[in-house]
């Protein structure tokens, strides 16, 4: 079955630096890419996502790039802000996966006003 | 317009107990998702639903968990005899269909002592 990878578990930024988190897949046949947001106490929030129709895409601040040959995609986030200080999960899902999404395991991102 | 509901937000059962958690997913969402998030950890699928029927429940840990959504609305996710591993959050995600997005509710966190 389908296994996802993230890095880096977590991560410390200074306010309006870059953050970048990076995942990777085990099954080909995956082709929808989610990213979600989880504050405390509360559930996992879409961000964004990507099919594998299109490798990168991109809304305000936030983008997600694709590669499907080697398997990886990333969010990139620029101008971080304080409010973006949470955790942020990757998955991957298919037909193949009966469209149930696999998460990785998550990065605590820490912006530091 | 209103989000995936769940209730009740916390539950606190002794080992043994038998609980049920509800799920409301956005109306007119076909299908609707069950996951367990273990603390610290990414969601793991328990079990899916398009309309009323189950199309997945190769996630679901043991014979203990059982899941309805008898009118394709509102779904139960049921445990019984609960056991100390069974302590997590359990999430609720509904789309539009399939291949679509899912969006979660807030969780509800079971405590089993």
């Known amino acids: 079955g389908e296994n996802v990878e993230q890095h880096p578990s977590t991560l410390s930024v200074q306010e309006g630096d870059s953050a970048v988190i990076k995942c990777t897949y085990s099954d080909s046949a995956s082709n929808y890419f989610p990213w979600y947001k989880q504050e405390l106490g509360k559930g996992p929030q879409l961000i964004i996502d990507?099919?594998?129709?299109?490798g990168e895409k991109k809304d305000q601040r936030i983008a997600v790039t694709l590669n499907k040959t080697a398997k990886h995609f990333s969010l990139h986030i620029t101008e971080t802000q304080p409010e973006d200080s949470a955790v942020y999960f990757c998955?991957?899902?298919?037909?193949?996966?009966?469209?149930?999404?696999?998460f990785g395991s998550g990065t605590r991102l820490l912006v530091r006003p | 317009g209103a989000g995936v509901s769940q209730s009740p937000r916390y539950k606190v059962a002794k080992r043994g107990q038998d609980v049920a958690l509800r799920c409301d997913p956005i109306?007119?969402?076909?299908?609707l998702f069950w996951y367990q998030q273990a603390l610290g950890q990414g969601p793991e699928f328990l079990t899916y639903?398009?309309?009323?029927?189950?199309?997945?429940k190769s996630g679901l840990p043991s014979d203990r968990f059982f899941a309805e959504r008898p009118e394709g609305s509102v779904s139960t996710l049921k445990i019984q005899r609960t056991q100390q591993e069974d302590s997590a959050v359990y999430l609720c995600?509904?789309?539009?269909?399939?291949?679509?997005?899912?969006?979660f509710g807030p969780g509800t966190r079971l405590t089993v002592t």
């Open positions: 639903f398009q309309n009323e029927a189950q199309l997945d």
């Open positions: 109306s007119g969402h076909v299908s």
């Open positions: 998955a991957a899902s298919g037909e193949d996966s009966s469209y149930k999404l696999i």
């Open positions: 990507i099919r594998s129709n299109v």
């Open positions: 995600a509904s789309g539009r269909g399939l291949t679509y997005e899912q969006y």
